[in-house]
T-cell receptor
Framework: DSGVTQTPKHLITATGQRVTLRCSPR?????VYWYQQSLDQGLQFLIH???????AKGNILERFSAQQFPDLHSELNLSSLELGDSALYFC????????????FGPGTRLTVT | AQTVTQSQPEMSVQEAETVTLSCTYD???????LFWYKQPPSRQMILVIR??????QNATENRFSVNFQKAAKSFSLKISDSQLGDTAMYFC??????????????FGKGTHLIIQP
């Protein structure tokens, strides 16, 4: 158990809908990273937040957004969902801004039908 | 941008054998870290081993060791005395230490390792 929690574990929704994925980092960790794992794209970095501020963006679509709240939990919002957004979404937490230590949550499996 | 290449989509070995997974990467930076992650059927991402680029000594964690060739930009994982529980996807990953506002890990496509009884 990494200490990182993600909810929900599974999510099934229809095209065009909007969903929110939630991540709670390990106690004391200030950074949250979001990753997408899909058959087409493999594992790719989406976005990084540190202490409430966006720090880096990867291959994140404009339909996707994220935020980190004062209690340090983070949410990834996916809108106008397409079939290709079906994937496993991981968050990982890290103690500080540029720490190599990343502790992965169990992931949220999103299925878009 | 950094790239990570794993050229072996799948490998299969007998239990107790030694197996080596290959990884090459491309970067113009000098301050970085390399990792091997294991993803079993449960889909959990598990850190296997880490290598700091500034360290010449190869990292070792029990049955897992790496062969880090910085000049060749090669980072292979050796698993000794393989066990059935080692069956999983293995991902090589790169992390650039930037001192602030770090991008996330860059992953290879993965190698599916199957340990046969």
């Amino acid at each position: 158990d990494s200490g990182v929690t993600q909810t929900p574990k599974h999510l099934i929704t229809a095209t065009g809908q909007r969903v929110t994925l939630r991540c709670s980092p390990r106690s004391g960790d200030l950074s949250v990273y979001w990753y997408q794992q899909s058959l087409d794209q493999g594992l790719q970095f989406l976005i990084h937040y540190y202490n409430g501020e966006e720090r880096a963006k990867g291959n994140i679509l404009e339909r996707f957004s994220a935020q980190q709240f004062p209690d340090l939990h983070s949410e990834l919002n996916l809108s106008s969902l397409e079939l290709g957004d079906s994937a496993l979404y991981f968050c990982a937490s890290s103690p500080w801004d540029s720490s190599y230590e990343q502790y992965f949550g169990p992931g949220t499996r999103l299925t878009v039908t | 941008a950094q790239t990570v290449t794993q050229s072996q989509p799948e490998m299969s070995v007998q239990e107790a054998e030694t197996v080596t997974l290959s990884c090459t990467y491309d970067t113009s930076e000098s301050n970085y870290y390399l990792f091997w992650y294991k993803q079993p059927p449960s889909r959990q991402m598990i850190l296997v081993i880490r290598q700091e680029a500034y360290k010449q000594q190869n990292a070792t964690e029990n049955r897992f060791s790496v062969n880090f060739q910085k000049a060749a930009k090669s980072f292979s994982l050796k698993i000794s005395d393989s066990q059935l529980g080692d069956t999983a996807m293995y991902f090589c990953a790169f992390f650039l230490y930037s001192g602030g506002g770090a991008d996330g890990l860059t992953f290879g496509k993965g190698t599916h390792l199957i340990i046969q009884p």
